[in-house]
């Protein structure tokens, strides 16, 4: 397997989806090992930092990529495995950022109310204990929380010529904010331009489901990846058309399949993020969309993800030992899997 | 202990929140063993009936109760602790009703588009295995499903002199249909009017995050509640107010605390259970709400509970193995977990 | 005809739609001629009343009313048509009630911002120019504007056994809050309990579209309406239906027709008042739905109405100048503005 | 004053805003004379033709552009007057797109509902009666309504770095789609980039607010415009910062201001117009914003703009005639209304 590390300098950070020249071309089953800047890009250091005064809002959320993949084409689906998620320093940080987050007048959610105060938070890492340390700023508390690091953001470039901020989800992929997105997922993303020039970054040390505040315990990641690609366009010995590129980011763990849908409101996000899984649960199992749309009433997670970004994230996702066995994408994540495990 | 046991017959059948008087008169501490009817008042037996045929539109969601609490006043809050669902059929019905559920266009959702087909699903209960059978109608596949029982309707007449229908989920509990309501759990509502007046019913044998067709794994069940009622108006030796009733329905179990919101859009629903739980925050660690959002931010669970619904309902939960021991209301969650022990 | 007068004394008010004992029990062609105190019972007098000191939040937006229409069954169309509306106090006031209003957190839209600070303003009339007086309270000016009284609520007992706040608006009308309730308008409601049960209150000397704040310029009202009945379940020669009840409240004017739609989110309100005004194209010209859909779609004009109330109330209106000439009701609105006349 | 007349072939449309060459550089106070494509790119053409066969859905909306205006930074306010806009062809052309328009299931709506039938109308145009023809298709009625010719599409290039389709209307206007853009209009747009790269297309002949079915009287258009630029980063003789570029796109009629906000749900766009709006009346009159609200408040005309973009496009407006008088950008409107008289 052909493995290609990087860690971009600073201005090698894409900031958006699409629009952006490929840092690296690679081949299909490449193992990539990355270093992402966190979503402040790192200016976010001390307890008294304040947002408006120490970030540059042109600047956050900086992504490492994007990555062109040699054969890829609109209509493909690109497999990314998260093989290993590994905090690359010793502490995280999370703010409120002005009119920013969920349980605050926005610029979308615009209101007359004064903004929030600006108040940071430094969360210290324990390796050892595989902990980071929560310590209340305004109060007395202090509480050690377990590490989960995920990823905020997996995307590929947009399809319509668009090219959107880094800070957006949408079906691209993107800013989705899900603590789905950890080590030992798949992620499965449709293909919209050549080479699907897909990026990664805004590594979480830990994070809610919802990301009220706006901001996870916000970390730079050492991230391990696995690139296949899957193309599109194929037909089944029955002429039924295969491999279908979803319209909707889906995630494969161990034990769960999952659909992450983006938009506004909230139940829109959720509602797309249910009817991917009826066609997923159609493409696994045959499933008319009535009994599917049926067997989801009865077996549906819906974790939030965000409900903070451009579009809010919500996520629908089944346990698999509730499902008799298939094989998603011919078997992809078991395969990806297998070859994480010889890395 | 009191023990009340109740069966009510058609003709006592609540159908709203307030606006019906009260079938018993009961003290706090009382154990409630109840039977509640379907929430299509045992109507939709087989995978033939169609809900335009055989439902009654004016009888859906039959409500046991209302119980009226001795000493109980507006200000105060209620405790009711599930001691035990116990499915009381050996067979339960979903199905798709016309301009209902979360994937379709509905009253509310106003569309040009037709009506999705009217299906009906009955799945039998294996009560050795603890599973009910999911039978896809209009395509091939059974699986077993665990049997989850849960309450989909709790609640207390509203204030502000209303009367709601059962099917409505609000500030007073109703219709939420959340499985976190569960056998274990401790559902604290805020109390309204004198006596609270609480009922319950549509028990549903599973459910998923969303009940996004609109109906649960619907099923007749036997209810064992124990009632308890926390007074409020207190002050603590420092002159804060104490036990102040909640704004939103407050749920605890074992491992979890938890809040649920419902309202239009679903942002707004979860909004209103995250400021619930900054709320519950505050009060068990004396957090202030800044702290409190930001510990909210890297901690919240958030299932969604219904996207169905008059109101949506969602969830915000935090594990208890997560945060310092702390005692709500002064225990009580523990105390009725005794109490059912010895029953 | 025969005419009612009616001044409520305050423990004569209606602060529900439904569950109230009829004030007076009408039959079809009565005038009324009432008096209607402000939403605020009349209790917020000058700039320096704030609404937490002067206001009982149990007590807000009195209803004159309700009314027991002799004759009306569900299925009925009850048609009000409002012959004149008369300030009945020489000013009027508005307000910043906190966590209420368009462009501020509530206790719905759950946000943790401070609530924006309680300020009054009260509005001289001038019967001779016929205008309203503006006077800043924070900065300086001070505008004269034109007087233009409405009802901001106007509705029949709920459906479903349900008892509403007089602050909700929903498919009973209720508290609509649209400038469309204006002298010379026709207000058709379906009937959903015997007798009707309507009640009118809430005057506003003027109001713009949204009542962003929350609060429009208000003002005790005397109103002269003439109450009218269309039974239901009739059929044309040909059997179709006629008359069916309109599933949202219908208006019209001299120069338009009107739908009002009221839910949450605020394209749901909108939605239900565009299908309501395909249907009501389909009654009055025999138009296939997509025909309508495609006639509104180039002639609806879409005013909102409120946009901080329980529900959200959203108007599509399309002008009579633009249609075929055609008899709503049976020409319905033309005979009441002809009994008007005549008054 | 220099005129620049530009017919675009259809190589040299622009399909986005942001990430296109300009395709001529102007100097401010240039008048614009240009044809602009119908947003199905003009393959609509017969009733017969169904979107799903004629239509490349790459190829919608079209625009004219981009100009690159000389000076315009970013902080500086793009002006531009709609000095005419006169019918290109004698017909127009609406359908309904599967899974597109208010009144459906659509990708962001997502239900499971089939998409509503694909149908087309065509209007003749009568230039010497002012008139578009529309003709039922599935039922009978001809009525003739008033030509009403608006621009559905302005826009500059967005901020950070995005590109956006050209059927996007955000804060840099875009795909706004109300009727609120006419001849005698100027719009005020902030500048996001040198040059301001401004286009315009997406001709309506007719349009109701909210464009329920999702295109209105589409057709080709001669459009007159004159751009002019005012400067940002000015400060008062009192050292206030004047001519700030608006968050939102701004209109000015010779009789009413309006703001329009684009996102959704449909609250939040109507709710960035009213603080858009209230941030207007601050800059006009010197109203701290509480008196804003409540004067907006009172004064508001709320007309929708579109619900089946995107973003959804809501309008606030007030009528001048209402206010003092007052010199929005120093009077830049009754300037451009001169110039145009001159034309």
């Keep these: 397997m052909d493995v290609v590390e990087f860690r971009p300098e600073p201005e090698q950070y894409a900031w958006t989806f699409g629009g952006v020249a490929p840092t690296h071309r690679i081949t299909p089953g490449t193992v990539l090992r990355l270093w992402t800047e966190d979503a402040f890009s790192g200016r976010l250091q ?60 926005t610029d979308r959610t615009a209101l007359l109310n004064e903004p929030l105060p600006e108040q940071t938070w430094i969360y ?49 992929g993107g800013n989705m904010d899900t603590p789905e997105m950890r080590a030992g997922t798949t992620c499965f993303l449709g293909v919209n331009v050549e080479g699907a020039l897909f990026s990664v970054g805004d590594g979480h040390y830990r994070q809610g489901e919802g990301e009220s505040c706006g901001t996870a315990v916000e970390g730079a990641m050492n991230v391990t990846l696995i690139v296949e690609l899957i193309k599109g366009g194929q037909r089944s010995a029955g002429g039924a058309p295969i491999n279908t590129a979803p319209a909707w980011p889906r995630l494969e763990h161990d034990d769960h399949y999952a ?30 969309p ?4 049926q067997l989801l009433t009865q077996v549906s997670r819906s974790p939030l993800a965000n409900v903070c970004d451009t579009n809010y994230s919500a996520v629908t996702k089944i346990e ?24």
Tied chains: 1, 2, 3, 4.
């Design 320 to 343: 698999k030992a509730l499902l008799p066995g298939a094989e998603a994408y011919g078997g992809m994540h078991r395969h990806l899997r297998d070859q994480a495990r010889g890395l």
């Design 259 to 288: 659909v992450v849908g983006s938009s506004r409101p909230l139940e829109d996000a959720w509602r797309a993020s249910q009817v991917g899984m009826v066609g997923w649960l159609g493409e696994l199992y045959g499933l008319d």
């Design 290 to 293: 009535l009994d599917a749309y």
């Design 124 to 172: 210290q890492l324990d390796r050892a204990r595989g902990t980071v340390l929560f310590e209340a700023q305004r109060s007395q508390l202090e509480i050690e929380l377990p590490l989960a690091p995920m990823l905020g953001t997996v995307g590929v470039a947009p399809p319509g010529r668009e090219v959107r901020s880094s800070l957006v989800p949408d079906t691209f």
């Design 46 to 105: 001390r307890t008294s930092d304040k947002p408006s005064q120490v970030l540059d809002m042109t600047q956050v959320n900086p992504q490492t990529g994007p990555f062109y993949v040699e054969g890829a084409e609109p209509g493909d689906t690109l497999a990314l495995h998260i093989v290993d998620l590994t905090p690359a320093r010793d502490w995280g940080a999370s703010t409120t950022i002005p009119f920013f987050g969920a349980l605050t007048g």
